[in-house]
C-alpha cells in the first residue's frame, strides 16, 4: 500500500484500523483482494494514489528520434549554472585581441570563437589564426567538413587558417613570435594507442611541455598576455599532470585560474578526435566531454602580484 509517498506492508495491526458505518463491507473487499493477490500487497485505489517524486536521474527518457540523441532537462539551478560557466568562457576573449588556435580539428572551435566576437561591422577573425597539424590533404580526408568551415572563417570572417603547423614549433613561423594575446590550445592528444597507459602518460606530459616552451616564446608583452589549454575531466588527462608540466617548462610563468568548459558558448563547435572523425566509431557533437572539462589560464607572474603558488 502507499502512504504518503512511502510503500508499507499489506498488515495493520487491527488498533491502528478504525472501524466505521461501513467497516463490515470494508473487511469482506480486504478478504476478497487477498484471496485474488498471491503476493498479498493491498492496492489503493486509482483516486487515492499519490505521486511518488522520482529523481531525475532515475527517470527514463522518452525514445529520441533516429539521429538526435535526447538532451537531458535541466533544473533552474544547473541552467543558471550553465549560463555562469558559458559567460565566465567568452569573458576570456575579446575583440581586438590576437589570437593563435593551435590542434584545431574540424575548425568548428575557430568559426565559433569568430562569431562570438564579431561586434557591429568589425569581422570577429580579423586578428585570429587557426592552425591544425594535418596537411590539406589529411584535414579533409578526417573531416569532411573542415574545407567548408575553412572558407567561411577566410571569407565571412576574415580569419587566417593554416594547415601543417606542429603546435610544439610554433616560434619557427617568423611572424608569430611575440605576436598574440591569447594562445589557445583546446583538447590536445597524440592520436596514438593509449594501450600502454604509461607510456602515453610520459608521450602527452612531453608534447605538452614542448608545446609550452613554444607558446611563451609567441605571447605578446601585454600584461594579460595567456596561454590556455582545454582538457577532459578525469583520466587519462589527469595524469598528464598539467600544471607542473607548465611550471617545469615556463618558470616565468605560472597558472592563475581553472575554469569550466562553457559548451553552450560556443554554438556550433563539435568536439572531434585527432584520428578523425567516422561515425561508426565516433560519437557526435560534445558526447564525449559529457564528464565536462576545464580550461587552464597561464600567465606570467608578474600578472600576478602578491599570488603565491600552492607548495610556496
Known sequence: MQKGGKIIGTKLKAAHVKAGPNATVKRQRRRDKKRCDSKKVAAVPATEAKEVKVPKAMKVQPKAKAGKPEEPKLSKKELKMAAGFERRHRALYDVGQKVLLVGEGNFSFARALCANLCEGDKKGGENVYATCHDSEADLDKKYSDAAALRKELEDEFNATTLTSVDARRIHNIKEFRGHFQRIIWNFPHMGGNDA?????????????????????????????????????????????????????????????????????????????????????????????????????????????PGKKRKGD
Open 196 to 304: 600502454d597507459v604509461e607510456q602515453s602518460i610520459r608521450d602527452h606530459k612531453a608534447l605538452l611541455i614542448d608545446f609550452f616552451k613554444d607558446a611563451e616564446k609567441c605571447l605578446s608583452e601585454d600584461e594579460d598576455a595567456a596561454i590556455h589549454v582545454a582538457l577532459k575531466e578525469g583520466e587519462p588527462c589527469k595524469s598528464w599532470k598539467i600544471v607542473q608540466s607548465f611550471r617545469a617548462a615556463c618558470p616565468d610563468m605560472d597558472l592563475k585560474e581553472v575554469r569550466p568548459f562553457g559548451f553552450g558558448a560556443w554554438p556550433g563547435y563539435e568536439f572531434r578526435r585527432t584520428a578523425g572523425f567516422d561515425s561508426r566509431h565516433s560519437k557526435k557533437d560534445r558526447a564525449e566531454l559529457a564528464k565536462g572539462a576545464k580550461i587552464y589560464v597561464f600567465v606570467r607572474k608578474a600578472a600576478m
